[in-house]
């Protein structure tokens, strides 16, 4: 799994950074069955070179908001013979390492732990991550590192005994998804931690810190009507010269409404399933519970439909941007106007994106504001245009092409862009610094300046689905909320 620029393993998600690291070996991949076809890894950001990011102040300026936690996972509770503090964590495998029985007082630790489901082992002040078997070295990677071994958790083997941990002191609001590697090539799950969930290539494990709230709506609630998805449907591209697939969710109730409100949702493959980012299921939580009006989606497949193990993102989000924009705006959307109950205007469209996504989309919705009034961008990966040189191959240039135009956009009334002639309304989200994003509050002011209005939604996240399947619903509730007595 790798999404961010793999040109995040973002080509050589989640999943070449603004200062280049050094790459670590390409882990490969064992016991890991997705369920979707495995696109290739040049079709996703890499993840072997941490971009660098500039944290974000410890207070994000209004209009930015934390989304409001309602639900607070469940998790086991801690068993008070288990380590409460790393310090602690570190006493107790002293004491092992230095008795006569090292292996079975590890093997009693071990049943305990994984009874418990208490692997990965959270703490007041951190969490140990820990594996069992003959390696030559450990370490575990995932948002926290950008998927490299950069910043990954590096593991120790206690003495005696064939048991490895690694300590980290995380947020304890945070969530993030991992993996272990092993001899620096062999990625695998951690077979003692059951908590996993599909990014669209891959399956990684979760780790969730014990104050970790979110406001996930991606569970699909009984006995409420469901909205309609359709089977995919190739649109031939005169622009692209090659066909796109396209699906379209109707909500409930279609044939009785008009004037509908649409999103146009970039990776639409990974965002509609209900086991990688639920949105078909969040429109009709949403949409039953009387929170945001009847809605349409068109879902935007970046595979080839003739070879749908060939993932076109990184042709179509960065090398060339301009005809995938002209794609969508001058034959998607006139096509989709033409045989459905829309309202056909900017300020009834969205345009969605995540990640390379999220780039490409700020590019289209300022190229094309009298299409689309509004724009949701989850993590846009936008160290690649500020560094086009870390994209590589064609994607070079049109990383800078779309940087340069952003920057003419972003100063419209002293450049040869014209400014809309009406006000976008902009969703971005962005998680941890360093797991994440950096900080969004410089675009966002810049387009603030020349009117539009923007909010930046913040997560203690990483850089993956698991974080934008629970964003969803604040971005629909952001456009689209129905008014509450």
């Known amino acids: ?64 908001r934390t989304p409001t936690a309602t639900r607070i996972p469940k998790a086991s509770p801690t068993p008070d013979n288990f380590p409460q503090t790393l310090e602690a964590w570190q006493q107790t495998i002293d004491e092992i390492a230095a008795s006569a029985d090292a292996q ?70 945070s969530r993030t998804d991992y993996q272990i590697v092993l001899n620096d090539t062999q990625e695998i799950l951690d077979p003692a931690n059951p908590r996993r969930r599909n990014d669209g290539l891959d399956v990684n494990n979760i780790l969730t810190m014990p104050q970790f709230q979110n406001t996930d709506e991606t569970k699909r609630r009984s006995n409420i009507l469901t909205g309609t998805v359709s089977a995919w449907m190739p649109l031939d591209s005169q622009v692209l010269g090659y066909p796109v697939n396209y699906r379209v969710y109707t909500p409930p109730r279609y044939d009785a409404l008009e004037k509908l409100p649409t999103l146009y949702v970039t990776d639409g493959e990974r965002f509609a399933p209900d086991n990688i980012g639920a949105m078909s299921a969040v429109l009709d939580n949403l949409i039953a519970a009387g929170r945001i009006e009847p809605v349409m989606a068109v879902y935007i497949d970046e595979r080839d439909p003739r070879a749908p193990q060939n993932n076109r993102r990184v042709q179509d989000f960065l090398t060339t941007p301009e005809k995938f924009a002209q794609f969508i705006t001058q034959e998607l959307v006139p096509t989709i106007d033409a045989q459905y109950h829309t309202a056909a205007t900017p300020r009834a469209r969205v345009l969605v994106g995540a990640s390379f996504g999220g780039v490409f989309g700020t590019y289209a919705a300022l190229r094309y504001p009298e299409v689309f009034g509004n724009l949701a961008a989850f993590s846009p990966a936008y160290w690649v245009i500020d560094n086009p040189n870390s994209a590589g191959g064609g994607a070079t240039t049109g990383a800078q ?75 629909l509730e952001y456009f689209f909320a129905v008014p509450q007595p």
Not at 23 to 32: C, E, F, M, N
Not at 132 to 138: K, L, T
Not at 448 to 469: C, K, L, Q, S, Y
């Open 104 to 173: 079975a007082q590890v093997n009693a630790l071990w049943e305990q732990l994984t009874r418990a489901q208490r692997i990965p082992l959270t703490t007041q002040n951190g969490v140990v991550f820990l594996y069992r078997g003959d390696a030559a070295s450990v370490y575990w990677h995932g948002d926290f590192s950008f998927w490299g071994k950069q910043g990954a958790v590096e593991g120790r083997r206690v003495p005696q005994t064939d048991l490895w941990y690694g300590t980290a002191k995380f947020p304890q609001n």
């Open 401 to 475: 092409r779309m940087n340069d135009f952003i920057t003419r956009a972003y100063n419209c009334g002293a450049s040869a862009v014209p400014c809309p002639t009406a006000p976008q309304k902009i969703f971005y989200s962005s998680g941890i610094p360093g797991w994440d994003v950096g900080d969004l509050n410089p675009r966002a002011q810049a387009l603030r300046a020349r009117g539009d209005t923007v909010e930046i939604f913040t997560t203690p996240e990483g850089h993956n689905w698991g974080t934008w399947g629970g964003l969803t619903d604040e971005m």
């Open 1 to 64: 799994m790798r999404y961010l620029i793999l040109l995040y393993v973002c080509s050589a998600l989640f999943f070449t950074a603004c200062a280049a690291a050094p790459v670590a070996p390409t882990p490969t991949r064992v016991a890991v069955q997705p369920t979707l076809t495995r696109a290739p890894r040049t079709a996703t950001p890499t993840r072997t070179a941490a971009p660098t990011i500039t944290p974000t102040a410890t207070r994000t300026p209004p209009p930015t």
